[in-house]
């Protein structure tokens, strides 16, 4: 029942560079955001600053009204997951469990009880006397997550989880925390890298470049509705084409498209599934490669002065490569000056 | 699975050839020493003494002045190694957790003492010990050998500090520790083995220091390494010298079993950052 407040935080480290650039974010009882961002974006610094692990330049980081800004970690009612799971090795696990609790003077029945019962609930009930490293790494990964959630902290943190994991254990372990997390209905700030974990996980998605909020969204309209041409092109496949728009009509090479909006360079933006293809004699774009994946097709194609553009397609098979082909794009976006100026309706 | 039972292990001829002659120039010395402490009798050009037995044995260790050494010896080593573990371990943990102005200066200086020859060192030492009445005293040796013992106290551990995870260290200060309890709970825990390899390691090598403590120790400090050269240096008997060599022998023996049970050769590696 818990509720964070980030206000204006910046974080400039020595040498000038501002990791976080005025940062600013609420995030409600219960809710789970996402940060996501390429590596040096500044989304790591910020979960640490929440955490109590960096100070801040400048801002404020409240939790439940309280100002945290300037506490230790030791202080703060936060609980945080590191990549790296950072179990104490010369404890089993029953012990890194307990000592966080035992920290706090409870008395030891009380402790074997709230272990046990948290260890039932990332399902490593009867655990407790292995060693950390006998264990693998999702189990690790699953450790740490109880370590933190033994002690009740009122906001979760999690700095890329399961980065170091394989592909298949991070998607069971995603939805095993999705469900915990909904289940104790914690308030949870998660750091990646990866879209897919924020698109599957995220109540909403903060995207970060070099510091700064791109975006903040549910994932499904950060997806549909980048503002941002970072944004279209860092969550999912983009088609983004540089070009000059003259007389309502955007043109790059033989390619022209109607864009409603006024002269002078944009970006427009097609998704590879909103790019239809139609065989065509007239010269301009060619088939470059067509790449069959059984559920549908993708196709790599050429425009006259070489920009690459993908189109996904139904049926792969009617594609060949050299092939001259006709551009349909059923949906675009188009951005000037880092912005969104326009966006055809779906 | 035919191929796999096929595959023998070659036989390694020429790394035997190596072990061998390791093992033949450490254990040789030992076995010729500890052959003469058992030896009555053994005149050229014999390869095997004529007579062996115990007598040696009883006339070195019914002398007083041995005993004396020994304790004394046990003595100095322990307050050494106590003091240069409280000296040393805060010291590391500054070397490897802060920065400060003069750090790496400070801490090649750790190393410099051991750049230069040792005697020469010691007498410059000796010349200012003797000014400050430290010459012959019990203080006068633990200060010099303590010198000694700087390197590895210092080198060692900030190792082992370097190598604890930080983020183990965030891990135990979000679950509510404070940095002292931090350091005792898990950055202690963490370097434990390789710092306590440290301390053995000191322990022994102020056990066996001659120079220092015969330059500064003498006449009054006579520890047992001291007791033993002058045995072989003035006494024409080759026995005396041999049994208490023997008799040294034994503690850094079991020491090192005992810190290869508890500690582990992993630990040694780690703190010279292998």
């Known amino acids: 029942m818990s509720v964070l407040h980030i206000v204006e935080v910046t974080k400039t480290f020595p040498g000038g560079t501002n990791a976080v650039d005025s940062f600013s974010l609420d995030v409600a009882d219960g809710e789970l955001v996402c940060l996501l961002g390429p590596s040096g974006s500044g989304k790591s610094t910020l979960l640490r600053m929440v955490g109590g692990f960096e100070q801040p330049t400048g801002g404020r980081i409240t939790i439940d009204g309280e100002d945290v800004t300037h506490l230790p970690p030791e202080r ?135 510091g700064k909020t791109e975006q903040i969204d549910r994932p499904d309209v950060v997806y549909r509705n980048p503002q941002t041409p970072f944004v279209a092109g860092f969550i999912g496949t983009m088609n983004l084409i540089e070009g000059e728009v003259q007389g309502g009509h955007f043109v790059r090479a033989d390619f022209t498209v109607p864009l409603p909006i006024a002269d002078g360079p944009a970006t427009l933006a097609i998704r590879p599934e909103s790019l239809d293809l139609a065989a065509s004699d007239k010269p301009g774009a060619s088939v470059h490669r067509v790449t069959d994946y059984g559920t549908h097709g993708l196709v790599d194609l050429d425009l006259a002065d070489g920009t690459r553009l993908k189109s996904m397609v139904a049926h792969p098979d009617l594609f060949r490569a050299g092939q001259g082909i006709e551009l349909l794009p059923r949906a675009v976006a188009a951005y000037r000056n880092n912005q969104q100026i326009y966006r055809s309706s779906p | 699975m035919t191929t796999l039972a096929l595959v023998r292990p070659r036989t390694d001829w020429l790394g035997i050839v190596f072990a061998a002659l390791l093992t033949i120039a450490i254990v040789g010395p030992l076995l010729v020493v500890g052959t003469w402490a058992f030896t009555e009798v053994w005149r050229y050009p014999n390869v095997i003494p004529q007579q062996f037995g115990f007598r040696f044995w009883g006339q070195t260790l019914g002398r007083p002045d041995v005993w004396n050494a020994l304790m004394l010896s046990l003595q100095l ?14 010291a590391a943990y500054a ?114 220091e001659t120079e220092g403590a015969w330059l500064i120790g003498a006449p009054g400090i006579r520890t047992m390494p001291v007791l033993m050269i002058s045995y072989i240096n003035n006494q024409m008997v080759i026995q005396f010298g041999a049994v208490l060599s023997v008799v040294l022998w034994v503690p850094s023996f079991i020491a090192l079993m005992f810190a290869r049970r508890v500690i582990g050769g992993g630990a040694f590696a780690r703190g010279f950052g292998g």
């Not at chain 1, 074997?112 to 490593?124: D, N, P």
């Not at chain 2, 802060?98 to 410059?124: D, Q």
């Not at chain 2, 590895?152 to 979000?174: G, H, L, S, T």
């Open chain 1, 76 to 210: 703060r009612p936060t609980g945080m997951v590191f990549q790296s799971h950072a179990l104490w090795t010369h404890m089993n696990v029953f012990k890194n469990l307990a000592f966080g609790l035992k920290l706090r003077h409870m008395p030891a029945n009380l402790i074997k009880e709230k272990v046990e019962a948290v260890l039932e609930l990332v399902g490593l009930a009867g655990y407790g006397d292995r060693m950390t490293t006998q264990l693998s790494g999702g189990q690790q990964q699953r450790v740490a997550l109880a370590r933190s959630l033994v002690l009740e902290p009122k906001i979760l943190l999690l700095d890329e989880p399961f980065a170091s994991l394989d592909q298949h254990l991070r998607e069971r372990l995603r939805e095993e925390v999705r469900d915990i997390q909904q289940r104790l209905k914690i308030t949870t700030l998660f750091v990646t890298h990866g879209q897919d974990e924020a698109l599957s996980m995220a109540d909403r998605i903060v995207v970060m470049a070099n």
């Open chain 2, 77 to 90: 080593t322990t307050v050494v190694t106590l003091l240069s573990a409280a000296i040393c371990l805060p």
């Open chain 2, 95 to 208: 070397f490897a957790r802060m920065s400060f102005p003069g750090r790496n200066i400070l801490f090649f200086s750790f190393l410099a003492g051991h750049a230069f020859p040792k005697f020469g060192l010691l007498v410059a030492i000796a010349a200012i010990f003797l000014q400050l009445d430290l010459i012959g005293t019990f203080w006068g040796v633990v200060l010099i050998q303590l010198v000694g013992t700087l390197m590895f106290m210092i080198w060692i551990p900030v190792a082992a500090f370097q190598a604890v995870d930080r983020r183990m260290e965030e891990a135990a200060r979000d679950v509510g520790a404070s940095p002292l309890r931090v350091f005792w709970s898990i950055t202690l825990p963490q370097a434990g083995p390789t710092i306590a390899a440290a301390v053995l390691l000191s322990f022994v090598g102020t056990f066996y």
